[in-house]
């Protein structure tokens, strides 16, 4: 996760870092009190994975049915089976770097993709109209990153625009497992949950192994990247200028599961060079750490950071 993105000791917190697992041994109960079907059981399994709730997660399942009786129409989209996934991705001069790549990607495994480019200054438009599932491509004319809940909120509408079914929102340098990709039509062909995490790893100077100490620990949590849409559900993002989630946060009083699928990364995968790029970056748009963890900044520059080797399987 790029620092600018990590949430500090203390900090309320976010949609895409703030999904805490409980211990497995309290899967068992949980399941029992929230009425979790056979049906869901299976899902559980086809992921091969431990699948476990947020702390109150059986609070938050009863807020999203009481939502569902008071909003009608959200009920009558919450379909088991026939659903559309659509990705969704904000852009800014990627050529050379990982777009390319990342798009076929989704392309396997999505139907239709949708991309704000914020005022690319390169060959990130023509990369982006190469590829047949992207359906729907915005390029602003002026650069929206220094109001960061305005660039969201125009992915956010670009992306309901083409009536989707499910959204996953996706940075241009995140690769899903096989795992994840293989599992991801049964997460959404259900009608029990409204949203899916996943386990991302920061991959450190190429892809063979991932970053883990105090301060690059993201892994370690879950990150919410895959959601219904429901037309008439309140969906807002915040308006602050940085660390914005990438999803609505009003999305986490509906059910959903945290799960152990991964996805790599791919931010801290190139040279050191690149790295010392983007350190004096985010110096230069924080140096006060106002937005994010000063000693997370420096530590980019650690000559020896601990690293571990990348298993793709779960």
């Not at 089976?81 to 991705?89: G, V």
């Not at 650069?143 to 996953?168: G, H, K, V």
């Not at 690769?175 to 293989?182: F, G, I, P």
């Not at 983007?278 to 937005?291: A, F, M, S, T, V």
Request: aromatic share 10%; hydrophobic share 35%.
């Amino acid at each position: 996760m790029d620092p600018k993105k990590r949430r500090t000791p203390g900090s309320r917190p976010i949609m895409y870092d703030s999904l805490q697992t409980q211990n497995t041994d309290k899967r068992t109960a949980a399941d029992e009190h929230t009425g979790v079907t056979t049906e869901q059981s299976q899902i559980h399994r086809v992921m091969n994975s431990r699948i476990e709730e947020e702390p109150d997660a059986s609070a938050n399942r009863d807020m999203g049915v009481d939502a569902f009786k008071q909003f009608s129409p959200i009920q009558r989209v919450r379909k088991s089976k026939n659903n559309k996934l659509t990705a969704m991705l904000q852009v800014r001069n990627e050529q050379g770097r990982y777009l390319e790549e990342v798009l076929h990607h989704l392309s396997e495994f999505v139907d239709e993709i949708v991309i704000v480019d914020d005022a690319s200054t390169d060959d990130t438009s023509d990369i982006c109209r190469a590829f047949p599932k992207v359906v729907r491509l915005e390029v602003l004319e002026q650069p929206l990153f220094s109001e960061e809940w305005r660039l969201r909120n125009a992915l956010w509408q670009a992306a309901i625009s083409t009536c989707p079914d499910w959204l996953l929102s996706v940075d241009a340098d995140e690769l899903y497992s096989t795992e994840a990709k293989k599992a991801i039509r049964k997460l959404i062909n259900q009608d029990y949950a409204d949203w899916f995490a996943f386990r991302f790893y920061d991959m450190w100077g190429g892809r063979t192994h991932y970053r883990e100490d105090e301060l690059w620990s993201m892994h370690q949590r879950h990150t919410a990247t895959l959601v219904r849409y429901m037309p008439g559900y309140p969906y807002f993002y915040p308006q602050q200028n940085h660390h914005v989630p990438r999803l609505p946060p009003s999305c986490t009083v509906l059910p959903g599961v945290c799960t152990e699928l991964k996805v790599q990364h791919l931010g801290w995968a190139g040279s050191l060079e690149d790295r010392v790029r983007k350190y004096l970056r985010y110096k230069r748009i924080d140096p006060h750490g106002e937005w994010g963890s000063l000693a997370q900044y420096e530590s980019i520059l650690d000559p020896e950071p601990r690293l571990l080797p990348w298993k793709e399987e779960l």
